[in-house]
């Protein structure tokens, strides 16, 4: 037990101090507080046969950033896959349940609708081979929003956005693979920001990335907060208590526990999720 | 003696086996090159490579139609070959899927194991036949489906090493599964699409049989892609089989010249891609 504590007490130490932490604003007793911008109801979701993820309900708020945590090949990418439906590459995988964005259907909504109001930044930073500046320029192309001077301009709101503007504003034409891995990831972040979705997915973006690189994304969220949705995933649940206002415990394809961070990490009611955090497995 | 001594003498021995393997394994090679050096290094010289071939019987003359034959016919041949096997090829690996791929990939690896000789009769009915006469054209067609297997297989490896996030970037902005094929898979692998092209053209450059009645031969320079056309490995068999020693030499210096032209691209490309694929490590 005086482990534990112990435990629990380095865990918490790293609760941002400066972050006020809605002590209040516990998401099941619909108490004043931002609003829903994705809604989950009982999702399910399987690979073939397997069932991945069971009955998983949750709100997601608005302009705040949920975490989510759990033991590797708990569940928390898929679930993270299911908000933008990356998960339709991989075969016979499907998912079922009500999945809100707003009041659409994620299940309805036409792909590349979804994936322009719901951008996702990937574990590994992953440049296209092209330049900077194309790079950034790609999802605005694609979507037809800017072009000309309209464009140039998108592309520096976006890297400036991603606080990488003064890193490379004089190299826009040099090609993105010449970065560094924590620029490359900014550049990520960039690149999904260019289209101003209103959500951004996060696939434990810094575990590829230096402690230096971390922080400076850990940062950034927290301005890209006043702007979009975000959701992320970590293994770290350090990061989790430093930037999430919210967290999400998953095991074994359920979401065991959601809450405001400091419940989560302080007074968690469920003993898996205290099991967890205070590193007694996973 | 001990088992430590034992193991280190074992040790020993199978690795000079191996080396001597090897080495036994790339001799013919170096023997090959050696003897054409020997052979043929004297006689490539400015008449040779600017000249056109002398009558039978009269000494000197040269193998530039021959040189610039060669050349036409690859010319062709990549016409035809690279755009549709590179297509095939990025439909195998982005939207294969099973059924036609399967098939497709099959025959691909069938073709290339086609012997060269058929090819040639295949081309010569196809293509000779009806515009009833032997041309450049013919040859560029007969190389062509050389080429095509070899192009559409590599094409599709190289794809297929573009990692799966790179992909999801790309879907993950919105863009369809076409737009993210053509502006970021294939640009990623395009560097080694590109060696590959030069890879198999350097492997049909030195193909004879396909040419023998498609391109069949021509001591002047070929107008156009309609006349027969010399090339390299045709005027070699030709003047090989010849009884005169002018043209065996002449046949030497051609032989060093193909052989120095294949391993130039060979080795070139191959530093490419070699650089490419570290630089990609890095990143």
Request: charged share 15%; with cysteine; net charge positive.
């Amino acid at each position: 037990m005086i482990a534990t504590d112990a435990a629990r007490a380095n865990v918490t130490e790293n609760l941002n101090p400066e972050r006020p932490q809605e002590a209040a604003a516990v998401p099941e007793t619909g108490k004043t507080q931002a609003a829903v911008k994705i809604k989950a109801r009982n999702v399910d979701f399987f690979y073939g046969a397997k069932q991945v993820l069971q009955g998983i309900s949750a709100d997601i708020r608005e302009r705040k950033i949920t975490a989510l945590i759990g033991p590797s090949g708990c569940g928390k990418t898929t679930f993270l896959r299911t908000i933008n439906r990356m998960y339709e590459t991989v075969k016979h995988a499907r998912a079922e349940g009500e999945l809100l964005l707003d009041s659409d259907s994620i299940f309805d909504l036409a792909l590349p609708n979804l994936r322009r109001r719901v951008g996702m930044v990937f574990q590994k930073p992953n440049p296209f081979p092209k330049s900077i500046f194309d790079n950034v320029a790609y999802g605005p192309r694609v979507h037809g929003l800017a072009n000309g001077a309209r464009l140039t301009e998108l592309v520096e709101q976006s890297l400036r956005g991603a606080a990488l503007w003064d890193e490379v504003k004089d190299s826009l034409q040099k090609s993105a693979l010449s970065l560094s891995g924590g620029q490359q990831q900014r550049l990520s972040i960039a690149r999904a920001l260019a289209i101003d979705p209103e959500v951004l997915l996060l696939d434990e973006p810094c575990s590829a990335l230096d402690p230096i690189s971390t922080a400076k994304i850990e940062e950034l969220l927290f301005t890209i907060e006043n702007r979009c949705t975000l959701i992320i995933v970590t293994h770290n649940m350090a990061q989790a208590a430093r930037v999430a206002d919210y967290t999400g415990f998953f095991l074994m394809g359920k979401l065991v526990e959601f809450n405001d961070t400091k419940t989560i990490f302080t007074t968690p009611a469920r003993k898996e999720t205290e099991d967890y955090i205070t590193g007694r497995f996973g | 003696m001990n088992r430590l001594g034992w193991r280190k003498a074992v040790n020993a021995i199978m690795s000079a086996v191996t080396a001597l393997c090897a080495v036994t394994a790339v001799a013919p090679l170096l023997f090959v090159l050696g003897i054409l050096a020997v052979k043929g290094a004297s006689s490539i010289n400015w008449s040779f490579l600017t000249q056109l071939p002398k009558p039978t019987g009269e000494l000197g003359g040269g193998m530039a139609n021959a040189i610039v034959g060669s050349g036409q016919l690859l010319l062709l041949a990549a016409l035809f070959g690279v755009p549709l096997g590179v297509a095939g090829g990025i439909y195998l690996s982005e939207f294969g899927g099973w059924g036609v791929p399967f098939v497709v990939r099959y025959a691909a690896d069938l073709l290339v194991s086609v012997p060269s000789i058929v090819i040639g009769i295949f081309a010569y009915a196809v293509v000779v036949v009806r515009m009833g006469h032997f041309s450049s054209l013919a040859g560029g067609f007969a190389l062509a489906v050389m080429l095509l297997p070899i192009v559409v297989t590599n094409t599709e490896q190289f794809l297929r090493t573009v990692p799966v996030w790179l992909r999801e970037g790309s879907l993950a902005l919105g863009a369809g599964h076409w737009k993210t094929t053509i502006s970021v898979v294939v640009p990623a692998a395009m560097q080694g699409i590109l060696t590959g092209i030069l890879l198999a053209l350097a492997r049909v450059a030195g193909e004879t049989a396909p040419l023998l009645f498609t391109a069949f031969n021509n001591d002047y320079w070929a107008r156009g892609f309609q006349q027969p056309v010399s090339s390299l490995p045709v005027r070699i068999y030709e003047y090989a089989l010849s009884p005169y020693d002018d043209y065996h030499r002449q046949a030497w210096a051609a032989a060093l010249l193909l052989l120095g032209l294949v391993l130039i691209v060979n080795v070139l490309s191959r530093l490419v891609l070699a650089k490419k694929m570290a630089s990609r490590r890095i990143a």
